[in-house]
């Protein structure tokens, strides 16, 4: 589901890195040098890359390519470089520190769109970075915001069975417990237990039985039952898509940095640099199919420069 | 502040492996001869016997020993032989199934006395082992057990900063919102979020500023202060008890297993087995003093032929 394109015989380790390293020297930098070097490398030959090039120069990369580039370009390649769990890690501190409503779909895109054991590894680094856990700053920025901490902080804390098997018993008897906590117009409790704990085999099942046997989506039910907490629910609903289809979730995110006035880089470099390796080619699919555009176009309408090239380059369409 | 002994020339694996295949073959299984191997061998080498053993013979050297040994031995080896995260997380698993009061205890020392890291591990082997994921199994168990059930899944969740720094701060303003729970008869909420999501050094800060500040250890005052839910209380003073001080917790386990009528034979295998390489020279100490006893004495005074010589293999004493 990757976009990005790896030529077929690779360079040696060290061509990549000799190429890096002449990019950065001389009069200016070259630019185009680095992501035709960096945006054709897998997220495995990335690391070794890095790894190789501190050892032959004895300086980080990330740290030359901080220096040499600039603005969204410059976010746009060091969150492609850096290690993806501590590029994630960085982005949750960063969205804690602001604490805007969007910033929470950060949160939730790492919570709920990683594999467990990618959102462990964020967890870990970000205490090796920040000297506190990502719970700990969860809780005390929200911590004026009861239901809503309560669910960020079960969904980053989460440790989900990946596994296929399915309780047929438990999803009928949970999706019938969710239907009347909704329409009794309590559903927060129920939906935070269920969306935090089961697996995402189990959540889509229970999904599935829902729309059979109650005629309407659980989102859409959810929406037309809570009138007290609209943040909240709007949040559950980020969560829901998360969890069930990122790709729908990623094609949203990428609308919304582009369409109105100005662009939301940092959202946009976000959902590129994040998904290209993941599921890009079905966030595409579902972008045309929902806004009847190319995401190939807005980027194009959108961005200039090396960042639209780069960006472009991981979307495979250069 | 381990106490088992290693020979100063180690056997090579292969040697080790061969020594246990001939006690398992012929009339009769040679019990010394496990012991003699096993309980003098760290973790490390042990999983190393363990995939030395499987290569030789074809055959998991965990199936074996069942099939050789039984009872109260069997058990004990078998926890001893096996991964630490797999013999935690079955213990967790029993111990989530049998939902008695000391069951309890068992989910506490695997949240509160491993490393952010080993908890980790035992949250991805349950998965693998057991299909559900550790919360799940929790939320489901403790369903009718609000605060209990809020508490238990919170610190089996966290990952907390290992490091020592520490907010001084923080502290102070933490000690005294506990402070004011606790006295306004309301303390549950908050020493819930303080002890599942801070590390361990800044928990000891807090406890000390406590009874610095307010003349009383904060146990103390939880006990004196709450009148509606005395279990709840005694679990939080449990957890308090392996977060700040595991060895004082497993002191109480090995003497609640072996005072009164009968011996908690589980509960002994568990509190040595698990202890023996991280602090029983501590347990063993504390004991002491505790109790004016020697565990030695009191574990050969409850238990009986290869069991006994076993765990006294592990205490070091045999």
Redesign the interface.
Same mark, same amino acid.
């Given at each position: 589901m990757s976009t990005i394109t790896i030529p077929d015989i690779l360079p040696s380790l060290k061509e990549d890195c000799m190429r890096l390293r002449k990019a950065f020297q001389g009069f200016g930098t070259d630019e185009k040098a680095i992501i035709e070097v960096l945006g054709h490398r897998d997220a495995r030959n990335r690391a070794e890359i890095s790894r190789c090039y501190y050892m032959l120069y004895n300086e980080s990369l990330i740290y030359r390519l901080k220096s040499e580039l600039s603005g969204d370009f410059q976010r746009a390649v060091i969150l492609w470089t850096e290690d993806p769990s501590k590029r994630d890690a960085e982005l949750a501190h960063e969205a804690l520190k602001r604490k805007k409503d969007q910033d929470i779909w950060v949160i939730l895109e790492i919570a709920c769109s990683s594999s #467990? %054991?990618h959102l462990?590894e964020v *967890?870990?680094t970000y205490?090796l970075l920040f000297? #506190? #856990?990502? !719970? !700990?700053d969860i !809780?005390s920025q929200f911590a004026q915001q009861g239901q809503l901490k309560e669910f960020l902080? *079960?969904l980053v #804390?989460? /440790?989900? /069975? !990946?596994?296929d %098997?399915v309780d047929e018993q438990l999803v009928k008897s949970e999706a019938n417990s969710l239907f009347c906590a909704i329409r009794e117009q309590q559903p927060y409790h129920e939906v935070i *237990?269920v969306l935090?704990?089961?697996?995402k085999a189990h959540l889509n099942a229970i999904f599935q039985h829902y729309k059979q046997e109650y005629g309407i989506s659980i989102i859409e039910d959810i929406e037309c039952n809570s009138t007290d907490d609209k943040k909240l629910t709007s949040i559950i609903k980020v969560a829901i898509c998360c969890l069930q289809s990122p790709e729908k979730h990623f094609a949203q995110v990428v609308n919304t940095s582009i369409i109105g006035f100005g662009t939301d880089e940092d959202s946009l470099t976000r959902a590129i640099v994040t998904r290209a390796e993941i599921d890009m080619k079905l966030i595409k699919e579902e972008y045309k199919n929902r806004y009847n555009r190319t995401l190939h176009d807005d980027v194009v309408g959108d961005t200039s420069g090396y960042y639209r090239d780069f960006l472009l380059t991981l979307l495979g369409d250069k």
């Amino acid at each position: 589901m990757s976009t990005i394109t790896i030529p077929d015989i690779l360079p040696s380790l060290k061509e990549d890195c000799m190429r890096l390293r002449k990019a950065f020297q001389g009069f200016g930098t070259d630019e185009k040098a680095i992501i035709e070097v960096l945006g054709h490398r897998d997220a495995r030959n990335r690391a070794e890359i890095s790894r190789c090039y501190y050892m032959l120069y004895n300086e980080s990369l990330i740290y030359r390519l901080k220096s040499e580039l600039s603005g969204d370009f410059q976010r746009a390649v060091i969150l492609w470089t850096e290690d993806p769990s501590k590029r994630d890690a960085e982005l949750a501190h960063e969205a804690l520190k602001r604490k805007k409503d969007q910033d929470i779909w950060v949160i939730l895109e790492i919570a709920c769109s990683s594999s #467990s %054991d990618h959102l462990i590894e964020v *967890r870990q680094t970000y205490c090796l970075l920040f000297h #506190s #856990s990502l !719970e !700990e700053d969860i !809780e005390s920025q929200f911590a004026q915001q009861g239901q809503l901490k309560e669910f960020l902080l *079960r969904l980053v #804390s989460s /440790y989900r /069975y !990946e596994g296929d %098997d399915v309780d047929e018993q438990l999803v009928k008897s949970e999706a019938n417990s969710l239907f009347c906590a909704i329409r009794e117009q309590q559903p927060y409790h129920e939906v935070i *237990r269920v969306l935090s704990t089961r697996s995402k085999a189990h959540l889509n099942a229970i999904f599935q039985h829902y729309k059979q046997e109650y005629g309407i989506s659980i989102i859409e039910d959810i929406e037309c039952n809570s009138t007290d907490d609209k943040k909240l629910t709007s949040i559950i609903k980020v969560a829901i898509c998360c969890l069930q289809s990122p790709e729908k979730h990623f094609a949203q995110v990428v609308n919304t940095s582009i369409i109105g006035f100005g662009t939301d880089e940092d959202s946009l470099t976000r959902a590129i640099v994040t998904r290209a390796e993941i599921d890009m080619k079905l966030i595409k699919e579902e972008y045309k199919n929902r806004y009847n555009r190319t995401l190939h176009d807005d980027v194009v309408g959108d961005t200039s420069g090396y960042y639209r090239d780069f960006l472009l380059t991981l979307l495979g369409d250069k």
